[in-house]
């Protein structure tokens, strides 16, 4: 697979999955809902080509009102979705985002995949949506934060598979990417140390 990462934008082609088509599908519905979002965590190492599985892809919106998550809720129920928490629009907004929850958003009848969708909340929350890079693929587009902030936030998860995805997105993107600024990211979330685990080489040249 080959990627062109310039411009803030990385593009590339691919046979899109079905876990593709879902977050394809569901993007929309909130791009056309007004909302500002970005993509975070697992499901961006899968999309890059990693091999491995997800249950849930995790998303940011920016904080709306009430109003506006109402249309959003109508459009996702118009499409064939729900949301496994409540079908409630009201409890969803008021007890779960709003007290900083996520909500899952499915397939109308299924569990997964589920897209998790959380209220950006914290600095570095809203610095994914202040800081997004577009991704087109195979004639879509999507936001995520930049790389930067994913590979030191999946540092700071520190499980297994969040240290080979913060790896394979470093290796991948190896030359297009800000060490720098993963370093200060790493030092915000308190997880400098795990930088190692980048790379012996990334290591040395950061002395971590």
Known sequence: MEFEFSDGRIRFSKELSDLDEFVIDLIKIIDQSGIKYSVISGYLAIL?????????????????????????????????YEFINSPDPEDLYHNYLKESLAIRAVKAGSVFPNMEIKLAKSKLDKTSLEKRIAIEFSGNRIWTSCLE????????????????????????????????????????????????FLGDEYGKRKNV
Request: glycine share 8%; with cysteine; hydrophobic share 40%.
């Open 48 to 80: 890059f080509g990693r091999p491995r599985v997800t249950e849930d892809v995790d998303v940011f919106i920016e904080d709306i009102d009430y109003p506006r998550f109402k249309k959003f809720f109508d459009t996702l129920i118009e499409r064939g």
């Open 149 to 196: 902030l994913q590979i030191a936030f999946k540092l700071y998860l520190g499980s297994r598979k969040d240290i080979e995805d913060a790896r394979f997105l470093f290796k991948l993107f190896e030359g297009k990417l800000d060490s720098a600024e993963i370093e200060r990211y790493a030092i915000e979330l308190g997880c400098r140390g795990k930088l190692r």
